[in-house]
């Protein structure tokens, strides 16, 4: 079969430092055209516009959309009513809506699109879900806490509504509960902490339950300094399961029993290529639908101004 022939929408950090690398391992696609009003793609065309890159390059079959979520929505539209496969980078658009239309939209016009979420394809994700599916679940705790200043140094997107605050880095861990638990999960208690100069969260405390009462916490804190933690622990009748290090590592009571090597996006973008070719779409809101409820329910506190 002829290589996918795709291009990249909005080269900034993860496109530099994950999309690049994972196209260029993969026979299946060939990277031809970029669009970015300042990044440049070294050795195809750059254009300034997802429009202008459309109308010059008529070849691209595909793009990956990798701008701040509060703008992809728009692109996302011009690329499917262009005929193009499109990849949603996480969380898949601001809003619920936008991106049912979307769904909607790649259907009517029998295209495929993909609300990637990195996460879920984390070395020990399957197996967490696995050991999960053998036995009972007790209790489950989030602890998702890292140094925003390290990880999002002057990312004013990430701090303007639309842009999820702590919420960016904890979709990923709501990417991976959604996925290992057996059954559906519903907000019931959450509380965001706001930097009083910030129109996105610092922090996030939630609750969850299930229909069987299964108590699930997560708590969200961009403030940790020194040891960063991107933990799921459930309390198990086999068991205390740790998935650590962002679903890299499992342990069950304490004996490693799950460690490779990360590749988040080499498998992202073979299920990309899997879907196109089976002509289907992968889009699960549940993460996000999670974000919107914690906003819809949560109480909220304002805490000290948060200065980059
Ligand atoms: P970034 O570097 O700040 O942004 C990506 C690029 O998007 C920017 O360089 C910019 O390029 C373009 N952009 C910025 N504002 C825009 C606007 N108003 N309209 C159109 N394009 C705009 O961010 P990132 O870290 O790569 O994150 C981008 C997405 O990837 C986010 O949804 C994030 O959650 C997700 N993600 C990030 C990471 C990570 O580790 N950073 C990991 C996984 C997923 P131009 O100025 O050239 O247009």
Redesign the pocket.
Known sequence: MNPIHIAIV??????R??HLPAIAGNADYRLIAAA????IVDGIDNFKSIEAMLEAVPAIDAVSL??????RYQAARVALEAGKHVFL???PGATLSEVADLESLASANGLSLFASW?SRYAPAVEAARRFLASTRINAVQVIWKEDVRH??PN?D?IWQAGGLGVF?PGINALSIVTHILPNPLFITEATLEFPENRDAPIAAAIRFSDAHALPVTADFDWRQTGHQSWDIIAETDAGRMVLSEGGAKLSIDGKLVHDEPEREYPALYARFAEIIKTKQSDVDLAPLRHVADAFMLGRRKFVDAFID
Do not use: L, T
């Not at 909005?10 to 496109?15: E, L, N």
């Not at 970015?36 to 990044?39: A, E, K, L, P, V």
């Open positions: 909005g080269v900034g950090k993860i496109v430092d994950q970015s009003r300042h990044g990798c701008m701040p979520p509060q703008f980078e996480k969380p990195h990880w999002h990312q997107w960016d």
